[in-house]
């Protein structure tokens, strides 16, 4: 543990005056001590003093600051015991980020008794009882109901709270959230997204430092289709309230989208360092939502830019820690990913052919779509390096572990799984010279992962699977195929390092000397603050030179 708290601490001072102005504002020095979270007006019929607990509450809420939310909600209950509000943002907070709801069985376990609490003290005004009635939707029979029907019946009970108070903007704001927990993964139209767009902008311009309204743009517009218009709020959102951890690192969730790697790199650097700080000594052995979930962007930002020293360091320090203060869905996937995107990313198939899941003793049965990554890129590894019977094991716990997300009704994630087996299941007939079979089943895999989207936990998939298959049509003698298809990945997960590297490859196998050069020249300029020679970038220069 020492080890590991040496390691954060120079990692931490390493790092400490890296963070941009963008991030704080003008007026802001990095050291400041004055409390920033936004600002929140959302009126109930408690005290004046719970009144003013309240809003600062909302400022958390809406920054999705879970446990001081927690605090500041039960402040509102030491000036006034009867405001019912409070036990709804309790209970709100309880169940922590929306957007894991779906994925995370305890989320109603954990916010019904005090949306229970809630129902029995009740408000002092019709308004606030919608609010609370809403809550009560959502969580109606928990336990043995679905959660979608249950989300739907809470989005139109917001959406009825915005028709009955039109001038109740706190209302429409909620709305727009409910709109984003519900939006389907495979509609391509967005109409969720959209409709939430269309409330929330015109309450950007009149709450300029509200801390919700930037946050859920951010999120609405957190697909690839959308990333160019979620710019402006991502570049205001970390100044608007640059107290909280989350608020500095969402920003990156748009910046991932476009490939701006340093200014993601930054954001989430600040994250982690204000959530480092947050977390008291004794648990410098962390697994909190905010610093792991902040490490993981890291790594994929350090590795666009072939900053693997970077990236490495990062590992290293995850791979320290061997208890964690809170095991979550979104601790467990940084746990998977991380060390899967440092092996798949520079190519080393043996590695990610011999990854483990850490810490050992995490609870990794409850989180299986978190372990499928891992399994995943172990999988892929293994069958890019020969051996195809370790390949196979990994299908087989990839398949189980799809079964048990199919019985748990998570149907996005036993999708996600399923493209994993059918991925790896494609580098398995390659390995064993069944090409044809390989090429139909990484088409298949990536139509599928593009008919659906990212989770909003990850900034990109650990591979595209469009990358994998511009790779199977290089290894197949395809190159003009290949980059076709290494082209039509990039515009969806646009400046990746190995998708310019195999567009280039492409097309100066294709004869296309011109097209190489530019791809070769970009992959330079991405990675122009690198702190590794990688050998693609060597190929790179040779090339140009030799023009």
């Known amino acids: 543990m020492k080890t590991a708290r040496l390691m954060a601490l120079t990692f931490s001072l390493a790092v400490a005056t890296a963070s941009p102005a963008w991030l704080y504002g003008a007026d802001t020095p990095l050291n400041a001590t004055a409390e920033k979270l936004g600002e929140v007006n959302f009126p109930v019929s408690c005290s004046a003093d719970a009144q003013k607990e309240f809003n600062r509450a909302m400022a958390l809420f809406h920054s999705f600051w879970f446990d001081p939310a927690k605090v500041a909600f039960a402040k509102v209950l030491e000036h006034d015991p009867g405001c019912g509000m409070a036990h709804w943002g309790i209970a709100f907070m309880s169940m922590g980020n929306p957007y894991t709801w779906a994925a995370n069985p305890n989320a109603a376990a954990a916010g019904a008794p005090a949306a229970a609490e809630a129902q029995r003290v009740g408000a002092k005004s019709e308004r606030e009882n919608a609010y609370i009635g809403a809550l009560a939707l959502l969580l109606k029979d928990w336990q043995t109901s679905e959660f979608r029907p249950r989300a739907l019946a809470y989005e139109k009970a917001m959406e009825g709270v915005t028709r009955q108070y039109p001038e109740d903007d706190e209302a429409r704001i909620l709305y ?14 967005f109409t969720n997204q959209l409709k939430a767009a269309a409330i929330l902008e015109p309450l950007f311009k009149k709450y300029p430092n509200h801390p919700g309204v930037a946050h859920y743009l951010i999120h609405t517009y957190d697909y690839a289709e959308l990333a160019e218009k979620g710019l402006p709020y991502a570049r205001a959102y970390a100044a608007i309230a640059p107290s909280v951890p989350h608020a500095l690192h969402m920003p990156s969730h748009i910046f991932s ?65 061997s208890k964690v203060n809170v095991e979550n869905f979104v601790a467990a996937y940084a746990f998977a990913a991380i060390p899967s995107r440092f092996a798949l990313e520079r190519g080393d198939w043996k590695q990610a052919a011999q990854l483990k899941l850490t810490p050992g003793d995490l609870a990794w049965h409850k989180f299986p779509q978190s372990e499928a990554i891992l399994v995943f890129a172990r999988g892929l590894g293994a069958a890019r390096s020969g051996d195809v019977a370790a390949a196979r094991e990994d299908v087989s716990r990839l398949e189980a572990l799809k079964a048990a997300l199919t019985a748990a009704n998570n149907s996005y994630w036993a999708g996600q799984t399923d493209v994993q087996v059918q991925t790896v299941n494609a580098w ?14 990484m088409r298949a895999a990536a139509e599928a992962e593009e008919a659906s989207d990212k989770h909003p936990v990850t900034p990109g998939n650990v591979v595209p699977s469009r990358e994998l298959l511009g790779e199977v049509l290089l290894i197949t003698n395809q190159p003009t195929q290949a980059l076709a298809e290494f082209e039509r990945s990039l515009k969806r997960d646009p400046q990746r390092l190995r998708g310019i590297y195999g567009a280039a490859r492409a097309a100066e196998a294709s004869g296309n000397r011109q097209a190489a050069a530019d791809y070769y020249r970009k992959l330079l300029e991405i990675t122009a603050k690198r702190d590794t020679e990688r050998s693609e970038l060597v190929q790179a220069k040779a090339f140009i030179e030799s023009q």
């Open 176 to 189: 727009a959230l409910a709109l984003n927990i519900t939006a389907s993964p495979t509609d391509k139209s």
């Open 257 to 321: 989208r476009v490939g701006l790697w340093p200014e993601m790199v930054e954001g989430d650097r600040a994250s982690y360092l204000a959530a480092k700080a947050e977390l008291k000594e004794s648990t410098l052995g962390i697994g909190a939502y905010d610093a792991l979930h902040a490490m993981d962007y890291m790594v994929f930002g350090h590795l666009q830019q072939a900053q693997d020293n970077a990236a490495k360091a990062l590992l290293d320090e995850a791979a320290a820690i």
């Open 428 to 441: 398995i007939a390659l390995a064993d010279g069944r090409n044809d079979e390989a090429l139909r089943l």
